[in-house]
């Protein structure tokens, strides 16, 4: 299985952009990299997957380098609404591969 | 579309009952899982299903028994529940057809509190 490292925390500040890293050194060719959002009492929220390259979306972008080992979920202009805890995960369809870890708990500060 | 529903919001049991704790998702999802949440930590795996009557279990299985008849209904089942059970409980579903592991929606879950 593909185990993910994070870092525990992290601060900033409202208007920042905020890059959190993921380390995934034994990815396997068929799996994907996907992140999650967490706010407290509630289930984790998508926000985006990618395979390669790079990936952007409405509210943030995945950079991946070619080695995939490692991927910086980034996070433009933070708001205090981003204060959450944040996954990263690895693996293909196979359920059985789900491993969310700690995550990373972002604080957003005015 | 409700999306993925759980009942109950929360419950207490002694030691030794069993429950059931429901799911049901309108988004017609082949998959489902069941995971739970321990204070600060993240959400561990404990049974999954790729479509009716398939079930299989995750990282953390013991305890715990889980049914599909439906592709809308998942409910997971405790039977003698113990103090070690306490945890936030999170249902979800997503539609995965390909290798691709598509994004999964999350119920807002069920605390459980066994004294």
């Known amino acids: 299985l593909a185990k993910t490292t994070q870092p525990i925390s992290m601060d900033s500040y409202e208007g920042q952009e905020v890059n959190i890293t993921c380390s995934h050194n034994n990815i396997a060719t068929n799996d994907y990299i996907t992140w999650y959002q967490q706010f407290p009492s509630q289930g984790p929220r998508f926000i985006i997957q990618?395979?390669?390259t790079k990936v952007t979306n409405e509210v943030a972008s995945l950079f991946i380098p070619a080695d995939r080992k490692s991927s910086t979920l980034s996070l433009p202009r933070v708001s205090l609404s981003d204060t959450a805890v944040y996954y990263c995960?690895?693996?293909?369809?196979?359920?059985?591969?789900?491993?969310f870890g700690s995550g990373t708990r972002l604080s957003i500060r005015p | 579309n409700a999306g993925v529903t759980q009942t109950p919001k929360f419950r207490i049991l002694k030691i030794g009952q069993s429950m059931t704790l429901q799911c049901t998702q309108d988004m017609n999802h082949n998959y489902m899982y069941w995971y739970r949440q321990d204070p600060g930590m993240g959400l561990k795996l404990i049974y999954y299903s790729v479509g009716a009557g398939i079930t299989d279990k995750g990282e953390v299985p013991n305890g715990y028994n889980v049914s599909r008849s439906t592709t809308e209904d998942f409910p997971l089942r405790l039977e003698l529940a113990a103090p070690s059970q306490t945890s936030v409980y999170f249902c979800?579903?997503?539609?995965?057809?390909?290798?691709?592991?598509?994004?999964?929606?999350f119920g807002p879950g069920t605390r459980l509190t066994v004294t």
């Open positions: 995960l690895v693996g293909d369809s196979s359920a059985s591969k789900i491993i």
């Open positions: 990618g395979y390669k």
């Open positions: 979800a579903s997503s539609y995965t057809i390909d290798r691709a592991p598509y994004e999964q929606y």
